[in-house]
C-alpha cells in the first residue's frame, strides 16, 4: 500500500488551523466592538441624566421636563428617543421637599443593548444621579 504524499497532508491541517485561528480572531474583534459600543450607550446615558438632573435642579417641579432631557436632550419632548428608550425607562423624582435636603433624583434603568456577539446582549445597569435643588 502507498501512501499519500506528505504535501497534501500538510495542506488539509493547515486549513483546520487556519479556520480556528480566524475564529479566534473574529471572536476577539466582535468583543472589542461589542464592548466599545456597551461602553459608548452607557456614557451617553449617564451623560444624559446628569443633565436632566441639573435642569431638574433649576426646574424641581417639572418631571416630565428632565424624563424629556433624558430621552430628547430638551425638556419638551419630540422627536425620537435615544437608543429606544421610553418613558418608563425614565424616573425623575424630587425628594425632600422645603428642607435642607431637598433634591432632585433622575434614574434610568430597564433598557437593553445589543451585540454582534450574543452572549454579550443583555441588561444595562441603572444609571442614577442626585443633584441638590438650587435655591431660588
Do not use: C, W
Request: aromatic fraction near 10%.
Amino acid at each position: 500500500m502507498r501512501s499519500k504524499p506528505q504535501k497534501s497532508r500538510e495542506s488539509g491541517t493547515a486549513l483546520i488551523e487556519t479556520a480556528l485561528s480566524l475564529s479566534l480572531y473574529d471572536a476577539i474583534v466582535f468583543s472589542l466592538f461589542d464592548f466599545g459600543y456597551i461602553m459608548f450607550l452607557h456614557q451617553t446615558i449617564a451623560a444624559r441624566v446628569e443633565a436632566a438632573a441639573r435642569y431638574g435642579a433649576l426646574n424641581p417641579t417639572d418631571t416630565t421636563g428632565m424624563k424629556n432631557y433624558v430621552l430628547y436632550y430638551a425638556p419638551t419632548g419630540s422627536g425620537s428617543a435615544i437608543f429606544g428608550l421610553t418613558t418608563s425607562n425614565v424616573t425623575a423624582t424630587r425628594t425632600g421637599s422645603g428642607t435642607a435636603d431637598d433634591r432632585v433624583v433622575v434614574t434610568v434603568s430597564g433598557y437593553k443593548f445589543p451585540a454582534i456577539y450574543p452572549a454579550m446582549s443583555g441588561n444595562g445597569r441603572p444609571v442614577t444621579v442626585s443633584m441638590p435643588v438650587e435655591a431660588n
